[in-house]
């Protein structure tokens, strides 16, 4: 769509029309602060963002939620809820309550979707599949009360490379069987390109979550090498890297009725290091140009 | 084993029968010169090892042939060919060209196995599938040439992690695929705990590549983080991760007639930093303690 909008030539504009389904997730620009965020969101044209729970409590969940939508915001989703995996009762009744909580902060901001980290491996631990059971564990409490708050579950599958420490789900088939235990409308799953690009399982995967409903999330970021120590903070801007957003947003909208936002989340300690609004225009251009 | 046997009590020993499937590969002790690490083979009772093109061509290929044989070692595999992934025909007819001269390396050491490890996208590509047909189209030129030097081509499927820059045969599942366009006796795959853990499809795709006869090559390294960067040498000692080696050991077992030769293969800075006779002796213990 660039190509043929005028108002694509210096950078993206109100005017295009891909900009539609574009939301900025906060980590891409987390050194702005909200008020900033949005303010650059409303010149722009980005007409919605993700939100993260930290630097939303900080500023004040019902703030916050009274911000965005004064603004005309829509919030995509609220990252995130999680960390299912404990074996310890204590500390897998204290996941529940602050999953609780982050139902109910994402009902206050008016998003419909949580998304999920689901935890790792536990200390000393090998046992995958024990892991994922303890999972599905916690959704079958947490769906039905996130449910009545109008909330739906998105599971993230994370790349292979975070199984041991972050997410034991870690391919889009895995997720979408946990999910396939509940319904649709109350857990679903999060496409996120960084995660899943190297599958060659993926395109049945996502027709395959389209059909049932459970696409709850989409997010892009790109994969670019060398990764980072910890690689944590090395995702790509839209475009550096060698993922085809393309091929991706095509392949959810040919699984979805109704077109999906697009989040952009980026982890990128570079990014990070220059001026916040800068780096909100620059990636809404890459977004026009690379996925459309 | 090494509960009940008194030579294990001051490290893995000359006794110890689990030692009889032991193979070091001779990356975990790069530190040391062929020389001496056939010496410390031979004084500890480690009856095997894994070799690598570049040192034993610093050594002279002949001389590191009669350096094994005449010691008693058994070289399990030599790494490694690959990288089939170019497009552009100049660059992969020396990559065939390369190949070639790692199976006459192979023969000449007098291992049945030749290590692939099959190369990355090409730079600004983001066609995983094309990838992986050049590799099937350059194993079809390489596999009958091997066989006629009784040398085994192994796939080996790294973590999805290496997928853009040195390997688009992440699973394996997709190794298996990719060999069974070829005459197991001329094609098979490297089991590679470090690569095939995290994989909810791994128990199916040993059991599959133990009834196809191409488990050309079983290698461990344990999965600890945090990952450093550029994540090419920080893979755990035997022990201090999370993967069970027990359980790969089992199945592969399982899945085999003859039980077959295990390499330990660690790319480790700390493990290089030390004495290379001592990190031999703790790797064989190691391997005791926790594969059988």
């Known amino acids: ?41 409303t010149e722009l044209g980005v007409p919605a963002v993700g939100l993260w729970r930290e630097p939303v409590q ?27 995996t404990a074996v310890d009762p204590g500390e897998r009744a204290r996941a529940l309550d602050d999953n609780r909580a982050a139902i109910e902060e994402a009902a206050t901001l008016g998003t419909g979707t949580l998304v999920l980290v689901s935890g790792g491996l536990p200390p000393g631990s090998g046992d995958l599949a024990g892991a994922r059971e303890r999972i599905a564990d916690a959704l079958a409490e947490l769906a039905p009360y996130a449910a ?12 292979p490379m975070y ?20 319904p ?24 395959r979550a389209g059909a049932e409903g459970r696409i709850h999330s989409f997010q892009l970021a790109d994969w670019v090498t060398p990764l980072p120590e910890g690689v944590l903070n090395g995702r790509g801007q839209i475009g550096d890297g060698c993922v085809d957003m393309r091929w991706f947003r095509q392949r959810v909208d040919a699984a979805t009725a109704t077109p999906l936002p697009i989040e952009v989340e980026l982890f990128n300690e570079a990014l990070w290091a220059r001026d916040g609004l800068e780096v909100l225009r620059e990636t809404a251009l890459r977004f026009v140009q690379h996925t459309f």
């Open 148 to 159: 009545e708050r109008g909330v739906r579950l998105a599971i993230e599958p994370l790349h």
């Open 58 to 84: 900080t500023y004040g969940v019902a703030a916050a939620a009274r911000l965005v939508r004064d603004a005309g915001l829509a919030v995509t989703s609220l990252c995130r809820g999680g960390f299912f």
């Open 163 to 182: 199984a041991s420490d972050r997410c034991v789900v870690s391919t889009l088939d895995q997720a979408l069987e946990l999910a396939g235990r509940f």
């Open 1 to 41: 769509m660039s190509d043929t909008n005028g108002t694509m030539s210096g950078g993206a504009g109100n005017g295009d029309p891909a900009l539609a389904r574009f939301s900025i997730n906060q980590m891409t620009v987390k050194q702005l602060g909200l008020p900033a965020l949005v303010k650059g969101c």
């Open 184 to 207: 649709a409308e109350q857990v679903g799953v999060v496409i996120d390109t960084y995660h899943l690009w190297w599958d060659d399982r993926l395109a049945q995967g996502i027709a």
